[in-house]
Structures are given as C-alpha cells and as structure tokens.
C-alpha cells in the first residue's frame, strides 16, 4: 500500500469503520518477494512509508505478511541461533506470518462497524494492523487493511496498542 497523498480526513470513534480502512482496490498493496532478505523488506518499508508488506511468490500468490515489527523484534535471531544462518540470509519467509495464520476482519462485519469498534478490535487483538477480506462468493480475496497510525492521524490522536505475545518464546521473551 503506499501513502496517500491527499491529507486523510479526520474521523471520530463513531465515524463508519470504512472511513479509516485502506481500501486495496484504490491503493495498491506494497509487496515484496518471499525472498527477499528481511534487511531489504525492512529497506522498502521506510522508502513506502508503510510497515507492513504483503509477503508474495514469484507468481504474484499471498503467500502472508511481513511487519517491521517481525524484523525489529527477537525472531530473526532466534532463527538465526535455530539454524546458523546469518542475518543477511534471513528471508521474509523465514519470518513472515503465514496466510493461513492471519487473523482477518470479514468486509461484511468492517460494513457496520464504527471506527472504536476497529480501534477496540485491534487492541483486543494485540496488533498494529487488521487486514480485511472480502468472503462475498465463497472466495477469501483481501481488499482492505486497518493501521493504527492512519486511525490515530485520522482521530488526532496517537495508538498505543501493545503487541500480544502468540508463542511461549515470544511470552519468555516478553518477561525478559
């Protein structure tokens, strides 16, 4: 997704949800290949002004995502101590959240939620990003994403939202 150029409208909690999605049939998601080191990914983060990225295979099929948190946060050394490989050999892949492990918001729910209801989502949820999927045909097709800093610049406010712990390395960590 790149960054609109156009100054985003302000919103309040009980704005419709929609208003603050980033809608991927007006914006087009940033992507980068599953093997790209995650020092580029994190590289093509800053120049996109995002912090996520849809992580892709050569065929252009989602293959999961990608956050800077992922690559700020202990996993790519863990890795790296599980496996031997350097930090430059360390690839998206190896560290993205699979497709099948997202979490989703369904457009059908987005519809007739309100802007806290997203902000409370994702709290709840203990992430910086919901992304959301469009489940109309039986397909599951993503078309939009939720950010906390596009809502918070949309509220006028900052969102703090601490992320949730998923694995008990990531819980031993977080007691360090």
């Not at 309100?114 to 992430?127: E, P, S």
């Amino acid at each position: 997704m790149r960054r609109a150029d156009a100054a985003e409208q302000r919103v309040t909690e009980d704005s419709p949800a929609l208003e603050v999605m980033t809608d991927l049939a007006l914006i087009d998601a940033v992507r980068v290949s599953s093997n790209v080191p995650i020092d580029a990914a994190l590289e093509q983060m800053k120049d996109s002004g995002v912090r996520l990225l849809f992580v892709a295979s050569s065929g252009d099929e989602l293959l999961g995502v990608i956050t800077s948190r992922d690559i700020e946060s202990e996993k790519p050394m863990r890795l790296q101590q599980e496996t031997g490989l350097t930090r430059a050999d360390v690839l998206a892949r190896d560290i993205m959240t699979p497709r099948d492990s997202l979490e989703v918001l369904k457009l059908e729910d987005v519809r007739r939620a309100r802007v806290g209801d997203i902000v409370a989502t994702l709290k709840n949820m203990g992430r910086q990003h919901a992304i959301v999927v469009d489940a109309a045909g039986g397909g599951m097709r993503v078309c939009g994403l939720f950010s906390t800093t596009r809502i918070g610049r949309q509220l006028g406010v900052v969102l703090e939202v601490a992320e949730t712990a998923r694995t008990f390395s990531e819980i031993e960590a977080a007691l360090r």
